[in-house]
Nanobody, 126 residues
Framework: LQLVESGGGLVQPGGSLRLSCVAS????????IGWFRQAPGKEREGVSC????????NYADSVKGRFIISRDNAKNTVYLQMNSLKPEDTAVYYC????????????????????WGKGILVTVSN
């Protein structure tokens, strides 16, 4: 059972990246999925979360209007399209899944997640 993130890397300010998180060993159909990030010296924070069937989403204020979360349950994959990237978006990005939770609660990180990916680094810099 694992979650594997991909799509990270170095991008200039104003650029775009699309992160992917692929689940293996289980189906994500019944899980809410979220993206979280941890910048150097800071606590991990919720970035964006999506419900099991994709009808509800939540975004951190800092990424609203710039990031878009989506999922393809047939591919067991969730995406995070990141546009207009800023240096302050630099962080290790993690995906995680949880059952029986609202997207708001999931992104608040008040509850434990069922599984975490290992994370992928996104660096926004000139």
């Amino acid at each position: 059972l694992q979650l594997v993130e991909s799509g990270g890397g170095l991008v200039q300010p104003g650029g775009s990246l699309r992160l992917s998180c692929v689940a293996s060993g289980f189906t994500t159909d019944y899980y809410a999925i979220g993206w979280f990030r941890q910048a150097p010296g800071k606590e991990r924070e919720g970035v964006s979360c999506i419900s099991s069937i994709g009808d509800s989403t939540n975004y951190a204020d800092s990424v609203k209007g710039r990031f878009i979360i989506s999922r393809d349950n047939a591919k067991n994959t969730v995406y995070l399209q990141m546009n207009s990237l800023k240096p302050e978006d630099t962080a290790v990005y993690y995906c995680a899944v949880a059952r029986l939770i609202t997207v708001q609660a999931m992104c608040s990180m008040r509850f434990d997640m069922d599984f975490w990916g290992k994370g992928i680094l996104v660096t926004v810099s000139n």
